[in-house]
Protein backbone atom coordinates (compact mmCIF):
# COMPACT_ATOMS: atom_id res chain seq x y z
CA UNK A 1 0.00 0.00 0.00
CA UNK A 2 1.42 3.42 -1.00
CA UNK A 3 1.70 5.74 1.63
CA UNK A 4 0.37 8.83 1.80
CA UNK A 5 2.34 12.53 1.76
CA UNK A 6 2.10 12.47 5.67
CA UNK A 7 4.00 9.43 6.20
CA UNK A 8 6.62 10.07 3.45
CA UNK A 9 7.49 13.51 4.67
CA UNK A 10 7.97 11.70 8.38
CA UNK A 11 10.19 9.02 6.46
CA UNK A 12 12.21 11.68 5.18
CA UNK A 13 12.83 13.83 7.59
CA UNK A 14 13.86 10.62 9.73
CA UNK A 15 16.27 10.06 7.27
CA UNK A 16 17.52 13.10 6.84
CA UNK A 17 18.04 13.73 10.90
CA UNK A 18 20.54 10.33 10.88
CA UNK A 19 22.37 11.24 8.43
CA UNK A 20 23.03 15.17 9.09
CA UNK A 21 26.54 14.18 10.25
CA UNK A 22 27.39 12.87 6.77
CA UNK A 23 25.70 15.86 5.36
CA UNK A 24 27.99 18.28 7.46
CA UNK A 25 30.69 15.80 6.26
CA UNK A 26 29.77 15.86 2.63
CA UNK A 27 29.33 19.63 2.08
CA UNK A 28 33.17 20.57 4.22
CA UNK A 29 34.62 17.90 1.47
CA UNK A 30 32.95 19.55 -0.97
CA UNK A 31 34.01 23.50 -0.39
CA UNK A 32 37.54 21.93 0.25
CA UNK A 33 37.63 20.24 -3.46
CA UNK A 34 36.19 23.98 -4.39
CA UNK A 35 39.36 25.76 -3.24
CA UNK A 36 36.98 27.14 -0.25
CA UNK A 37 39.58 25.65 2.87
CA UNK A 38 38.82 29.14 4.65
CA UNK A 39 35.10 28.94 4.62
CA UNK A 40 35.39 25.61 6.76
CA UNK A 41 38.14 26.48 9.04
CA UNK A 42 37.84 30.00 9.07
CA UNK A 43 40.20 30.77 12.22
CA UNK A 44 43.02 29.67 11.06
CA UNK A 45 43.48 31.55 7.91
CA UNK A 46 44.29 35.40 7.89
CA UNK A 47 42.14 37.57 6.66
CA UNK A 48 41.86 38.26 2.98
CA UNK A 49 42.81 34.58 2.53
CA UNK A 50 40.04 32.67 1.43
CA UNK A 51 41.09 29.86 -0.76
CA UNK A 52 43.83 27.38 -0.88
CA UNK A 53 47.05 28.78 -1.51
CA UNK A 54 48.85 25.19 -1.54
CA UNK A 55 48.03 22.66 -4.82
CA UNK A 56 44.83 20.84 -3.79
CA UNK A 57 45.56 17.53 -3.46
CA UNK A 58 42.39 15.88 -2.20
CA UNK A 59 40.75 17.45 -5.79
CA UNK A 60 44.08 16.36 -7.67
CA UNK A 61 43.72 12.77 -6.03
CA UNK A 62 39.88 12.13 -6.60
CA UNK A 63 39.52 13.17 -10.24
CA UNK A 64 43.13 10.89 -11.15
CA UNK A 65 41.57 7.98 -9.37
CA UNK A 66 37.71 8.49 -10.83
CA UNK A 67 39.43 8.85 -14.59
CA UNK A 68 40.91 5.06 -13.90
CA UNK A 69 37.43 3.80 -12.27
CA UNK A 70 35.39 5.33 -14.31
CA UNK A 71 35.45 3.10 -17.68
CA UNK A 72 32.33 0.77 -18.03
CA UNK A 73 33.01 -2.95 -17.49
CA UNK A 74 32.17 -6.00 -20.33
CA UNK A 75 28.48 -6.43 -20.61
CA UNK A 76 27.45 -10.44 -21.84
CA UNK A 77 24.27 -12.50 -21.87
CA UNK A 78 25.57 -16.13 -21.30
CA UNK A 79 23.63 -18.64 -23.22
CA UNK A 80 22.60 -21.44 -21.01
CA UNK A 81 23.68 -24.04 -23.58
CA UNK A 82 27.02 -22.51 -25.23
CA UNK A 83 26.67 -25.70 -28.36
CA UNK A 84 23.45 -24.33 -29.53
CA UNK A 85 24.00 -22.26 -32.39
CA UNK A 86 20.07 -20.60 -31.39
CA UNK A 87 21.05 -20.57 -27.87
CA UNK A 88 24.31 -18.27 -28.83
CA UNK A 89 22.30 -16.12 -31.01
CA UNK A 90 19.81 -15.44 -28.62
CA UNK A 91 22.42 -14.44 -26.09
CA UNK A 92 24.36 -12.61 -28.23
CA UNK A 93 21.08 -9.90 -29.29
CA UNK A 94 20.21 -9.74 -25.43
CA UNK A 95 23.98 -8.48 -24.66
CA UNK A 96 23.49 -5.65 -27.32
CA UNK A 97 20.10 -5.05 -26.22
CA UNK A 98 21.86 -4.55 -22.69
CA UNK A 99 24.71 -2.55 -24.33
CA UNK A 100 22.41 -0.30 -25.51
CA UNK A 101 21.01 0.76 -22.64
CA UNK A 102 24.58 2.30 -21.28
CA UNK A 103 25.02 3.53 -24.82
CA UNK A 104 21.30 5.79 -25.04
CA UNK A 105 22.20 6.91 -21.47
CA UNK A 106 25.57 8.18 -22.30
CA UNK A 107 26.62 6.31 -18.91
CA UNK A 108 30.25 6.15 -20.73
CA UNK A 109 30.49 9.54 -20.02
CA UNK A 110 28.22 9.68 -16.51
CA UNK A 111 30.57 7.49 -15.14
CA UNK A 112 33.28 9.75 -14.22
CA UNK A 113 31.17 12.11 -12.24
CA UNK A 114 29.54 8.79 -10.86
CA UNK A 115 33.13 7.71 -9.76
CA UNK A 116 33.97 10.88 -8.54
CA UNK A 117 30.90 11.12 -6.32
CA UNK A 118 31.52 7.75 -5.09
CA UNK A 119 34.93 7.96 -3.50
CA UNK A 120 34.10 11.83 -2.69
CA UNK A 121 31.19 10.91 -0.73
CA UNK A 122 30.90 7.06 -0.20
CA UNK A 123 28.00 6.15 -2.34
CA UNK A 124 26.75 6.96 -5.77
CA UNK A 125 22.79 6.18 -6.95
CA UNK A 126 21.82 4.88 -10.36
CA UNK A 127 18.10 5.74 -10.94
CA UNK A 128 16.70 3.78 -13.55
CA UNK A 129 14.00 6.32 -15.59
CA UNK A 130 11.12 5.64 -18.40
CA UNK A 131 11.89 7.68 -21.77
CA UNK A 132 8.48 8.00 -23.38
CA UNK A 133 9.99 9.66 -26.64
CA UNK A 134 12.96 6.98 -27.09
CA UNK A 135 10.61 3.92 -25.65
CA UNK A 136 13.83 2.63 -23.79
CA UNK A 137 14.66 2.88 -20.04
CA UNK A 138 17.25 5.40 -19.43
CA UNK A 139 20.20 4.73 -16.62
CA UNK A 140 20.92 8.19 -14.56
CA UNK A 141 23.39 8.73 -12.11
CA UNK A 142 22.15 10.74 -9.52
CA UNK A 143 24.32 13.47 -7.17
CA UNK A 144 24.80 11.86 -3.74
CA UNK A 145 24.40 15.59 -1.74
CA UNK A 146 21.19 15.76 0.18
CA UNK A 147 20.36 12.05 -0.98
CA UNK A 148 19.09 9.56 1.81
CA UNK A 149 19.11 6.11 0.46
CA UNK A 150 17.40 3.49 3.02
CA UNK A 151 18.38 0.16 2.95
CA UNK A 152 17.26 -3.02 4.62
CA UNK A 153 18.92 -6.20 6.49
CA UNK A 154 20.07 -7.33 2.96
CA UNK A 155 21.56 -4.45 1.63
CA UNK A 156 19.15 -3.72 -0.37
CA UNK A 157 17.50 -0.21 -1.61
CA UNK A 158 14.26 0.04 -0.30
CA UNK A 159 13.55 3.95 -0.06
CA UNK A 160 15.75 7.18 -1.51
CA UNK A 161 14.47 10.83 -1.04
CA UNK A 162 16.88 13.37 -2.61
CA UNK A 163 16.80 16.81 -1.71
CA UNK A 164 17.17 19.52 -4.61
CA UNK A 165 17.74 23.47 -4.05
CA UNK A 166 16.39 25.63 -6.56
CA UNK A 167 15.24 29.35 -6.89
CA UNK A 168 11.94 30.21 -6.80
CA UNK A 169 11.56 31.01 -9.94
CA UNK A 170 13.29 27.61 -11.62
CA UNK A 171 10.55 25.91 -9.79
CA UNK A 172 7.84 27.80 -11.04
CA UNK A 173 8.66 27.29 -14.75
CA UNK A 174 9.21 23.93 -14.13
CA UNK A 175 5.53 23.50 -12.65
CA UNK A 176 3.54 26.36 -14.06
CA UNK A 177 0.51 24.31 -12.96
CA UNK A 178 1.17 25.00 -9.33
CA UNK A 179 2.10 28.71 -9.57
CA UNK A 180 -0.57 30.16 -7.67
CA UNK A 181 0.32 27.71 -4.81
CA UNK A 182 3.97 28.62 -5.21
CA UNK A 183 4.01 31.58 -5.04
CA UNK A 184 1.35 32.62 -2.47
CA UNK A 185 -0.22 36.20 -1.89
CA UNK A 186 2.65 38.27 -2.79
CA UNK A 187 2.94 37.19 -6.19
CA UNK A 188 5.21 37.95 -8.31
CA UNK A 189 6.30 40.96 -5.98
CA UNK A 190 8.66 38.95 -3.88
CA UNK A 191 12.23 38.25 -4.36
CA UNK A 192 12.15 35.14 -7.40
CA UNK A 193 15.71 34.14 -6.55
CA UNK A 194 15.32 32.92 -2.77
CA UNK A 195 15.87 29.19 -2.29
CA UNK A 196 13.43 26.84 -1.61
CA UNK A 197 13.97 23.61 -1.01
CA UNK A 198 12.37 20.67 -3.31
CA UNK A 199 11.99 16.52 -2.29
CA UNK A 200 12.04 13.46 -4.82
CA UNK A 201 10.90 10.45 -2.74
CA UNK A 202 10.79 6.73 -4.34
CA UNK A 203 9.81 3.25 -2.68
CA UNK A 204 8.38 0.30 -4.72
CA UNK A 205 5.06 1.48 -4.88
CA UNK A 206 5.56 4.79 -6.10
CA UNK A 207 7.84 8.79 -6.59
CA UNK A 208 6.57 11.63 -4.89
CA UNK A 209 7.39 15.02 -6.08
CA UNK A 210 6.71 17.55 -2.77
CA UNK A 211 8.38 21.33 -1.53
CA UNK A 212 7.70 20.96 2.39
CA UNK A 213 7.90 25.07 2.51
CA UNK A 214 4.37 25.11 1.01
CA UNK A 215 2.54 23.10 3.14
CA UNK A 216 4.54 19.84 1.92
CA UNK A 217 2.59 20.47 -1.81
CA UNK A 218 2.85 17.14 -3.93
CA UNK A 219 3.85 18.64 -7.16
CA UNK A 220 4.19 15.51 -8.89
CA UNK A 221 3.29 11.75 -8.25
CA UNK A 222 3.10 8.38 -10.34
CA UNK A 223 2.52 4.80 -9.45
CA UNK A 224 5.95 2.48 -9.75
CA UNK A 225 4.98 0.41 -13.29
CA UNK A 226 7.56 -2.43 -12.05
CA UNK A 227 6.26 -2.62 -8.20
CA UNK A 228 10.14 -2.52 -7.33
CA UNK A 229 12.49 0.19 -6.36
CA UNK A 230 14.14 1.51 -9.94
CA UNK A 231 17.17 2.63 -7.90
CA UNK A 232 20.82 0.90 -7.47
CA UNK A 233 23.11 1.99 -5.03
CA UNK A 234 26.27 1.50 -5.19
CA UNK A 235 28.49 1.69 -1.57
CA UNK A 236 31.71 2.10 -0.70
CA UNK A 237 32.91 -0.68 1.88
CA UNK A 238 32.36 1.08 5.87
CA UNK A 239 33.02 -1.00 9.31
CA UNK A 240 29.55 0.83 10.77
CA UNK A 241 27.17 1.27 8.13
CA UNK A 242 28.41 4.81 7.74
CA UNK A 243 28.41 6.01 4.34
CA UNK A 244 32.07 7.89 4.51
CA UNK A 245 33.98 9.56 1.56
CA UNK A 246 37.92 8.86 0.92
CA UNK A 247 38.58 12.34 2.19
CA UNK A 248 36.74 12.93 4.78
CA UNK A 249 39.78 12.30 7.86
CA UNK A 250 42.23 14.35 5.56
CA UNK A 251 40.69 17.56 5.58
CA UNK A 252 43.05 18.62 8.83
CA UNK A 253 45.87 17.81 7.22
CA UNK A 254 45.40 20.07 3.98
CA UNK A 255 44.48 22.52 6.57
CA UNK A 256 47.98 22.07 7.94
CA UNK A 257 49.50 22.19 4.91
CA UNK A 258 47.72 25.44 3.86
CA UNK A 259 49.00 26.85 7.16
CA UNK A 260 52.43 25.62 7.07
CA UNK A 261 52.29 27.36 3.51
CA UNK A 262 51.19 30.83 4.97
CA UNK A 263 53.99 30.67 7.86
CA UNK A 264 56.29 30.12 5.32
CA UNK A 265 55.32 33.03 3.03
CA UNK A 266 55.30 35.13 6.27
CA UNK A 267 58.74 34.14 7.03
CA UNK A 268 60.50 35.05 3.50
CA UNK A 269 58.53 38.24 3.57
CA UNK A 270 59.70 39.23 6.99
CA UNK A 271 62.94 38.11 6.34
CA UNK A 272 63.27 40.88 3.22
CA UNK A 273 61.06 43.47 4.94
CA UNK A 274 64.23 42.66 8.11
CA UNK A 275 65.84 45.99 9.81
CA UNK A 276 68.93 47.11 9.08
CA UNK A 277 71.54 47.14 11.64
CA UNK A 278 74.21 49.86 11.47
CA UNK A 279 77.54 50.53 12.78
CA UNK A 280 77.16 53.50 15.38
CA UNK A 281 80.17 55.61 12.96
CA UNK A 282 77.06 56.02 10.43
CA UNK A 283 75.21 58.99 10.52
CA UNK A 284 73.06 58.66 7.49
CA UNK A 285 70.95 55.86 5.68
CA UNK A 286 70.40 55.94 2.10
CA UNK A 287 68.20 53.49 0.12
CA UNK A 288 68.18 51.29 -2.89
CA UNK A 289 70.06 49.96 -5.43
CA UNK A 290 73.14 52.67 -5.79
CA UNK A 291 72.87 53.91 -2.08
CA UNK A 292 75.71 54.89 -0.10
CA UNK A 293 76.57 54.43 3.57
CA UNK A 294 79.68 55.91 4.81
CA UNK A 295 81.13 53.39 7.58
CA UNK A 296 84.48 52.52 8.94
CA UNK A 297 83.13 49.29 9.71
CA UNK A 298 81.76 48.12 6.31
CA UNK A 299 81.39 44.00 7.94
CA UNK A 300 78.63 45.65 10.33
CA UNK A 301 76.33 46.81 7.67
CA UNK A 302 73.43 43.60 6.94
CA UNK A 303 69.85 42.77 7.83
CA UNK A 304 68.87 41.38 10.90
CA UNK A 305 68.28 37.14 10.42
CA UNK A 306 65.57 35.36 10.83
CA UNK A 307 66.42 31.59 11.19
CA UNK A 308 63.75 28.82 10.20
CA UNK A 309 64.04 25.94 12.52
CA UNK A 310 64.96 22.91 10.14
CA UNK A 311 62.36 20.96 11.66
CA UNK A 312 59.61 23.11 9.83
CA UNK A 313 60.68 21.37 6.52
CA UNK A 314 60.97 17.96 8.07
CA UNK A 315 57.41 18.03 9.45
CA UNK A 316 55.75 19.89 5.80
CA UNK A 317 57.35 16.49 4.25
CA UNK A 318 56.01 14.74 6.96
CA UNK A 319 52.81 16.38 6.46
CA UNK A 320 52.98 15.65 2.55
CA UNK A 321 53.36 12.01 3.35
CA UNK A 322 50.58 11.71 6.00
CA UNK A 323 48.29 13.07 3.33
CA UNK A 324 49.63 10.72 0.52
CA UNK A 325 48.59 8.01 3.09
CA UNK A 326 45.52 9.04 4.29
CA UNK A 327 43.92 9.09 0.46
CA UNK A 328 45.66 6.27 -0.16
CA UNK A 329 47.42 7.66 -2.79
CA UNK A 330 51.01 6.45 -4.35
CA UNK A 331 53.71 8.70 -4.79
CA UNK A 332 54.70 6.90 -8.03
CA UNK A 333 50.54 8.32 -9.35
CA UNK A 334 52.93 11.73 -10.15
CA UNK A 335 56.37 10.75 -11.64
CA UNK A 336 58.14 11.06 -7.84
CA UNK A 337 59.94 7.91 -7.80
CA UNK A 338 63.17 6.96 -6.68
CA UNK A 339 65.48 5.85 -8.74
CA UNK A 340 66.90 3.16 -6.68
CA UNK A 341 63.05 1.44 -6.74
CA UNK A 342 62.63 1.61 -9.97
CA UNK A 343 61.94 -2.04 -10.61
CA UNK A 344 59.50 -4.34 -11.34
CA UNK A 345 58.85 -5.44 -7.27
CA UNK A 346 59.85 -1.49 -5.96
CA UNK A 347 56.97 0.11 -8.88
CA UNK A 348 54.87 -2.82 -7.64
CA UNK A 349 54.57 -2.62 -4.42
CA UNK A 350 54.64 1.57 -4.74
CA UNK A 351 51.27 0.96 -6.75
CA UNK A 352 49.95 -1.68 -4.58
CA UNK A 353 47.57 0.66 -2.72
CA UNK A 354 46.42 2.09 -5.75
CA UNK A 355 45.51 -1.43 -7.43
CA UNK A 356 43.47 -2.62 -4.67
CA UNK A 357 41.40 0.37 -4.33
CA UNK A 358 40.63 0.38 -7.80
CA UNK A 359 39.48 -3.35 -8.22
CA UNK A 360 37.80 -2.98 -5.30
CA UNK A 361 35.35 -0.14 -7.22
CA UNK A 362 35.07 -1.53 -9.97
CA UNK A 363 33.76 -5.03 -8.25
CA UNK A 364 31.27 -2.62 -6.56
CA UNK A 365 30.11 -1.20 -9.62
CA UNK A 366 30.04 -4.24 -11.57
CA UNK A 367 27.26 -5.17 -9.10
CA UNK A 368 25.31 -2.21 -9.27
CA UNK A 369 25.45 -2.53 -12.65
CA UNK A 370 24.13 -5.83 -13.16
CA UNK A 371 21.23 -5.04 -10.95
CA UNK A 372 20.91 -2.21 -13.11
CA UNK A 373 20.73 -3.81 -16.47
CA UNK A 374 18.34 -6.49 -14.54
CA UNK A 375 15.53 -3.52 -14.17
CA UNK A 376 16.31 -2.41 -17.74
CA UNK A 377 15.05 -5.67 -19.01
CA UNK A 378 12.09 -5.63 -16.73
CA UNK A 379 11.04 -2.02 -17.78
CA UNK A 380 12.05 -2.58 -21.28
CA UNK A 381 9.91 -5.75 -21.64
CA UNK A 382 7.14 -4.75 -19.46
CA UNK A 383 6.34 -0.96 -20.32
CA UNK A 384 7.86 -0.95 -23.99
CA UNK A 385 7.06 -4.15 -25.85
CA UNK A 386 6.69 -2.90 -29.25
CA UNK A 387 9.08 -3.52 -31.80
CA UNK A 388 12.46 -1.13 -32.04
CA UNK A 389 15.64 -0.66 -33.76
CA UNK A 390 18.43 0.11 -32.09
CA UNK A 391 22.11 0.99 -33.33
CA UNK A 392 25.70 0.70 -32.49
CA UNK A 393 29.07 -0.58 -32.45
CA UNK A 394 30.75 -3.41 -32.05
CA UNK A 395 34.04 -4.61 -32.11
CA UNK A 396 34.98 -1.46 -34.42
CA UNK A 397 31.96 -2.62 -36.91
CA UNK A 398 28.16 -1.06 -36.64
CA UNK A 399 25.50 -2.93 -36.62
CA UNK A 400 22.07 -2.50 -36.53
CA UNK A 401 19.21 -4.88 -35.23
CA UNK A 402 15.37 -4.84 -34.82
CA UNK A 403 13.85 -6.78 -31.86
CA UNK A 404 10.73 -7.38 -29.65
CA UNK A 405 11.23 -6.97 -25.93
CA UNK A 406 8.86 -10.02 -25.25
CA UNK A 407 11.13 -12.37 -27.75
CA UNK A 408 14.36 -11.61 -27.46
CA UNK A 409 14.19 -10.96 -23.83
CA UNK A 410 11.35 -13.40 -22.90
CA UNK A 411 11.83 -12.94 -18.95
CA UNK A 412 15.61 -13.37 -19.21
CA UNK A 413 16.84 -10.81 -17.13
CA UNK A 414 20.20 -11.78 -16.33
CA UNK A 415 23.49 -10.28 -17.42
CA UNK A 416 27.32 -10.80 -16.86
CA UNK A 417 28.85 -7.66 -16.03
CA UNK A 418 32.35 -7.94 -15.39
CA UNK A 419 35.90 -5.94 -15.25
CA UNK A 420 37.28 -9.04 -16.00
CA UNK A 421 40.56 -10.89 -14.16
CA UNK A 422 42.18 -7.28 -15.44
CA UNK A 423 40.57 -5.31 -12.93
CA UNK A 424 43.06 -3.22 -10.91
CA UNK A 425 46.45 -4.26 -13.17
CA UNK A 426 47.81 -1.36 -15.60
CA UNK A 427 47.67 -2.43 -19.79
CA UNK A 428 50.89 -3.95 -19.58
CA UNK A 429 50.36 -6.01 -16.77
CA UNK A 430 46.65 -7.15 -18.04
CA UNK A 431 48.60 -8.51 -21.20
CA UNK A 432 50.84 -10.56 -19.81
CA UNK A 433 48.88 -12.43 -17.66
CA UNK A 434 47.07 -12.92 -19.92
CA UNK A 435 49.07 -14.05 -22.44
CA UNK A 436 50.87 -16.41 -19.66
CA UNK A 437 47.36 -17.43 -18.84
CA UNK A 438 46.64 -18.92 -22.40
CA UNK A 439 50.32 -20.09 -23.10
CA UNK A 440 49.84 -22.24 -20.04
CA UNK A 441 46.64 -23.25 -21.31
CA UNK A 442 44.27 -22.11 -17.66
CA UNK A 443 41.77 -20.59 -19.52
CA UNK A 444 40.13 -20.93 -23.61
CA UNK A 445 39.95 -17.91 -26.07
CA UNK A 446 36.73 -17.33 -25.45
CA UNK A 447 37.22 -16.64 -21.42
CA UNK A 448 40.08 -14.71 -22.14
CA UNK A 449 38.10 -12.47 -24.59
CA UNK A 450 35.22 -12.23 -22.05
CA UNK A 451 37.59 -10.76 -19.31
CA UNK A 452 38.75 -8.08 -21.62
CA UNK A 453 37.82 -4.37 -19.88
CA UNK A 454 35.67 -3.56 -22.54
CA UNK A 455 32.30 -4.73 -24.85
CA UNK A 456 33.50 -7.74 -27.20
CA UNK A 457 31.01 -9.72 -29.15
CA UNK A 458 32.88 -12.70 -28.72
CA UNK A 459 31.17 -15.39 -31.05
CA UNK A 460 31.29 -12.89 -33.97
CA UNK A 461 35.00 -12.55 -33.26
CA UNK A 462 36.14 -15.75 -32.52
CA UNK A 463 34.78 -16.28 -36.26
CA UNK A 464 36.38 -13.67 -37.38
CA UNK A 465 39.65 -15.21 -35.93
CA UNK A 466 38.94 -18.57 -37.54
CA UNK A 467 38.17 -16.77 -40.98
CA UNK A 468 41.39 -15.08 -40.52
CA UNK A 469 43.59 -18.20 -40.00
CA UNK A 470 41.56 -20.71 -42.18
CA UNK A 471 42.92 -17.41 -45.18
CA UNK A 472 46.36 -17.28 -43.77
CA UNK A 473 46.77 -21.18 -44.29
CA UNK A 474 45.33 -21.06 -47.86
CA UNK A 475 48.02 -18.20 -48.65
CA UNK A 476 50.41 -19.90 -46.93
CA UNK A 477 49.68 -22.95 -49.53
CA UNK A 478 49.60 -20.71 -52.34
CA UNK A 479 52.89 -19.45 -51.64
CA UNK A 480 54.56 -22.61 -51.16
CA UNK A 481 52.70 -23.89 -54.43
CA UNK A 482 54.94 -20.89 -56.41
CA UNK A 483 58.04 -22.65 -55.13
CA UNK A 484 57.29 -25.84 -56.99
CA UNK A 485 58.31 -23.77 -60.18
CA UNK A 486 62.27 -23.39 -59.50
CA UNK A 487 61.94 -27.26 -58.97
CA UNK A 488 59.90 -27.41 -62.26
CA UNK A 489 62.21 -25.29 -64.47
CA UNK A 490 65.45 -27.00 -63.14
CA UNK A 491 64.20 -30.65 -64.30
CA UNK A 492 63.06 -29.12 -67.60
CA UNK A 493 59.16 -29.19 -66.64
CA UNK A 494 56.65 -27.18 -68.44
CA UNK A 495 56.09 -24.32 -65.20
CA UNK A 496 53.84 -22.02 -67.40
CA UNK A 497 50.32 -23.33 -65.99
CA UNK A 498 51.60 -22.69 -62.15
CA UNK A 499 52.55 -19.18 -63.34
CA UNK A 500 49.48 -18.89 -65.14
CA UNK A 501 47.12 -20.03 -62.22
CA UNK A 502 49.23 -18.19 -59.35
CA UNK A 503 49.02 -14.85 -62.39
CA UNK A 504 45.17 -14.85 -62.42
CA UNK A 505 44.51 -15.11 -58.55
CA UNK A 506 46.66 -11.87 -58.07
CA UNK A 507 44.38 -10.38 -60.97
CA UNK A 508 41.61 -11.26 -59.40
CA UNK A 509 42.75 -9.86 -55.67
CA UNK A 510 43.75 -6.63 -57.60
CA UNK A 511 39.83 -6.43 -58.92
CA UNK A 512 38.80 -6.68 -55.25
CA UNK A 513 37.77 -10.44 -55.36
CA UNK A 514 38.52 -12.35 -51.76
CA UNK A 515 40.72 -14.74 -51.41
CA UNK A 516 39.31 -18.17 -50.86
CA UNK A 517 36.60 -16.84 -54.13
CA UNK A 518 39.99 -16.31 -56.62
CA UNK A 519 41.85 -19.24 -55.24
CA UNK A 520 38.57 -21.30 -56.07
CA UNK A 521 37.85 -19.53 -59.24
CA UNK A 522 41.03 -20.34 -60.54
CA UNK A 523 42.06 -24.29 -59.20
CA UNK A 524 38.60 -25.03 -60.31
CA UNK A 525 39.06 -28.36 -62.46
CA UNK A 526 38.52 -27.92 -65.84
CA UNK A 527 35.77 -30.36 -67.94
CA UNK A 528 37.13 -32.08 -70.72
CA UNK A 529 34.95 -30.96 -73.48
CA UNK A 530 34.41 -33.63 -76.43
CA UNK A 531 34.97 -32.01 -79.96
CA UNK A 532 32.07 -30.82 -82.22
CA UNK A 533 30.39 -33.92 -83.91
CA UNK A 534 32.02 -36.78 -82.47
CA UNK A 535 30.17 -39.61 -81.33
CA UNK A 536 30.90 -41.21 -77.60
CA UNK A 537 32.72 -44.50 -78.24
CA UNK A 538 31.01 -47.28 -76.93
CA UNK A 539 33.60 -50.42 -75.80
CA UNK A 540 32.48 -54.07 -76.91
CA UNK A 541 32.49 -56.47 -74.24
CA UNK A 542 34.94 -59.02 -74.68
CA UNK A 543 34.55 -62.82 -74.27
CA UNK A 544 36.48 -64.41 -71.37
CA UNK A 545 38.73 -67.06 -72.29
CA UNK A 546 38.49 -70.33 -71.21
CA UNK A 547 39.65 -70.71 -67.33
CA UNK A 548 39.74 -66.68 -66.71
CA UNK A 549 37.94 -65.27 -63.77
CA UNK A 550 34.38 -64.08 -64.51
CA UNK A 551 34.49 -60.15 -65.58
CA UNK A 552 37.61 -60.45 -66.96
CA UNK A 553 41.17 -59.63 -66.07
CA UNK A 554 41.40 -57.74 -63.12
CA UNK A 555 41.49 -54.52 -63.55
CA UNK A 556 44.69 -51.94 -62.85
CA UNK A 557 44.05 -48.98 -60.46
CA UNK A 558 44.84 -45.92 -62.36
CA UNK A 559 47.77 -44.55 -61.74
CA UNK A 560 47.91 -40.26 -60.35
CA UNK A 561 49.85 -38.13 -63.28
CA UNK A 562 53.49 -37.58 -61.66
CA UNK A 563 52.96 -33.94 -62.06
CA UNK A 564 52.89 -31.47 -59.66
CA UNK A 565 50.47 -32.27 -56.62
CA UNK A 566 46.60 -30.35 -56.16
CA UNK A 567 46.24 -27.63 -54.10
CA UNK A 568 43.99 -30.26 -52.03
CA UNK A 569 46.69 -32.55 -51.41
CA UNK A 570 48.89 -29.46 -50.27
CA UNK A 571 46.30 -27.86 -47.79
CA UNK A 572 45.55 -31.55 -45.95
CA UNK A 573 49.19 -31.37 -45.16
CA UNK A 574 49.02 -28.41 -42.89
CA UNK A 575 50.66 -28.19 -39.69
CA UNK A 576 47.41 -27.82 -36.51
CA UNK A 577 49.15 -24.01 -36.13
CA UNK A 578 48.27 -23.34 -39.92
CA UNK A 579 51.50 -23.12 -41.63
CA UNK A 580 52.57 -25.04 -44.53
CA UNK A 581 54.92 -28.37 -44.35
CA UNK A 582 54.16 -29.40 -47.75
CA UNK A 583 56.95 -30.85 -49.97
CA UNK A 584 56.17 -31.59 -53.55
CA UNK A 585 58.55 -33.98 -55.72
CA UNK A 586 58.40 -35.74 -59.57
CA UNK A 587 59.12 -39.39 -60.47
CA UNK A 588 60.20 -39.79 -63.73
CA UNK A 589 60.41 -43.42 -64.88
CA UNK A 590 61.57 -44.25 -68.59
CA UNK A 591 60.30 -47.57 -70.23
CA UNK A 592 63.08 -50.14 -70.52
Known amino acids: MALTIEQVTARVDSLRYRNHERDARNLDVLAVRKGKIAQVYPNFFPEGVDANVVA ?109 ELTLGELVSQFPEYERELLGQDGYKQDLNAKIEMVRYYDKDQSVVYVPRRSNLVLSKATNPLGKMMIVVARKPSIDGEMRGQFDDVLGIQLLRNRFALLAMEAAEKSVQAPIVLPQDVQELQLGGDAVIRTANPAGVRRVELTLPQGAFTEQNILNQELRVGTRYPESRTGNIDASVVTGQGVQALMGAFDTQVKSAQAIFAAALRDVISICFQADEMIYPEEKTIRGVDSGSPYEITYKPTKDIKQDYSADVRYGMLAGLNPAQGLIFMLQALGGKLISRD ?23 MRNALLGSLTAYTQAIPQMATQGQDASDVVRKIAAVIKARQKGQALEDAIEATFAPQQQVPPAGAQPSVEQPVPAAPGAPVGGPPQEMPQQPQGRPDLQTMLSSLSSGGKARSTVSTVRERAV
Open 56 to 164: NFIDIVARDLSEVMAPLPAVNCSAANQVSDRARTFADKRTRIASNYFLHSDLAVHMYSGADWYLTYGFVPFIIELDDEAKLPRIRIENPIGAYPEFDRYGRCVAFAKRY
Open 447 to 469: MAMRELPFTVNVTQELEKIEIEE
